[in-house]
Nanobody
Framework: VQLQASGGGLVQAGGSLSLSCSRP????????VGWFRQAPGKEREFLAG????????KYADSVKSRFSISRDDAKNTVSLRMNDLKPDDTGVYYC????????????????????WGQGTLVTVSS
């Protein structure tokens, strides 16, 4: 079952967006979830991740002070709040998940994740 990512759009530099990731009909509560970005002509990069029960979060250095990941297992969603957006943040944003036996399992590598969403486009204008 695929994940659904939503919330992308066009925003001016310095603005904010919130992305949401859900898994219709299936739970995310026993998964760790990551957000990745693929900019034009670049490889997919890890941005942020959250472990089961939110014990652990990880961020890329480029977004650490601006992005915040959270989860609401009651609503079966994981959100990415993005503040102070920059033109370099432009790209397609993907959420990905993998079942996690440990609450401290949280990989950064895209190849560790099994289930992916379709991506949502974020465009930041200067």
């Amino acid at each position: 079952v695929q994940l659904q990512a939503s919330g992308g759009g066009l925003v001016q530099a310095g603005g904010s967006l919130s992305l949401s990731c859900s898994r219709p009909g299936r739970t995310l509560s026993n998964h760790c979830v990551g957000w990745f970005r693929q900019a034009p002509g670049k490889e997919r990069e890890f941005l942020a991740g959250i472990s089961r029960t939110a014990v652990l979060t990880k961020y890329a250095d480029s977004v650490k002070s601006r992005f915040s990941i959270s989860r609401d297992d009651a609503k079966n969603t994981v959100s990415l709040r993005m503040n102070d957006l920059k033109p370099d943040d432009t790209g397609v944003y993907y959420c990905a998940a993998i079942p996690a036996a440990s609450t401290r399992y949280l990989p950064r590598a895209a190849e560790e994740y099994r289930t992916w969403g379709q991506g949502t486009l974020v465009t930041v204008s200067s």
